[in-house]
């Protein structure tokens, strides 16, 4: 049976208690099966203990800090370290055996094989690579195809976590075919799938609510996920206080007949 995530912020638990406890009521009433923990940059000290207080018994995957680690830039690469640790810390905190990374800015070889180099000096078992959409606000990543998944995967042993939104807009940008690059990054055996909708033609990512795009939702669940596949909703909305979109979502899965 396929099982669902639903995102955590480390920040939500001080900043907005009452949705965390609804998020957590919904997965204890095994509506969701587990939770993604975003981490943000230095907010361990801060958050480990209500972290660990609430989220008692329930299965987490650890997703670190992706605004401002840059793992294809060499010069960052203390700072990378260290931003990256409290994922660690969350990751051991929570018995979690997955840190999801994405693999940073900067397109064309150069970047790519620096973030092979920082991923191998990791050494972290729990390592899972998300592939990237491509030119974001004009900022250019690597990590956007599946070749370039393919390469990190292969040289430094790590895992997949395959973003379906990612690899549309991805493709959009380079002219690809989207279908076709999600047989590529699928044959690549991810352990995590995130979904969210979107504009099927646009370049960045939307992490809109099922239904509120034009992603064919039902064909990418059953062509491109196995009936034991563990995939996050990563739908969001600028200021969630209740869950009622979190429900519709999964009502939505639930219509799909899956």
């Given amino acids: 049976m396929k099982k669902f995530g639903i995102c955590l912020e480390t920040v939500n638990f001080f900043k907005k208690p009452d949705f965390v406890d609804q998020i957590l009521k919904i997965i204890r009433d095994e509506i969701y099966d587990f939770v993604q923990l975003i981490v943000f940059s230095d ?3 801060d958050t480990h203990a209500i972290i660990q207080e609430k989220m008692q018994g329930i299965r987490s ?7 401002d680690i840059d793992t294809g830039n060499s010069d960052l690469l203390e700072s990378n370290l260290r931003k990256l640790k409290d994922a660690q810390k969350f990751a051991d905190l929570l018995c979690s055996d997955i840190i999801i990374l994405h693999p940073g800015r900067g397109d064309g070889e150069e970047y790519l094989s620096e973030t ?19 030119n974001p606000q004009g900022h250019l990543l690597h990590g956007s195809s599946p070749e ?22 991805a493709a959009n940008s380079l002219g690809r075919n989207v279908y076709d690059d999600f047989a590529k990054y699928n ?17 960045i990512d939307e992490h809109l609510h099922l239904g509120l795009g034009n992603y064919d939702i039902a064909k990418i669940l059953k062509k ?26 999964m009502q939505y899965i639930k219509e799909l007949g899956l």
């Avoid at 995957?61 to 605004?67: K, N, S």
């Fill in 43 to 45: 907010s361990y000290d």
């Fill in 61 to 67: 995957v650890i997703h670190a800090p992706f605004y």
């Fill in 116 to 134: 092979i180099r920082q991923i191998k000096m990791i050494n972290d078992p729990r390592i899972v690579v998300e592939n990237l959409p491509y």
């Fill in 148 to 169: 370039n998944i393919k390469r990190i995967i292969d040289e430094t042993g790590c895992k997949f976590c395959f973003d379906f939104a990612h690899a549309t807009c």
């Fill in 187 to 203: 044959a690549l055996q991810p352990i995590l799938y995130h979904l969210s909708d979107g504009d099927f033609s646009e370049i």
């Fill in 224 to 249: 491109f996920t196995s009936e034991n596949s563990e995939i996050v909703l990563e739908t969001r909305h600028a200021n969630p206080t209740i869950t009622d979109l979190w429900l519709k979502d």
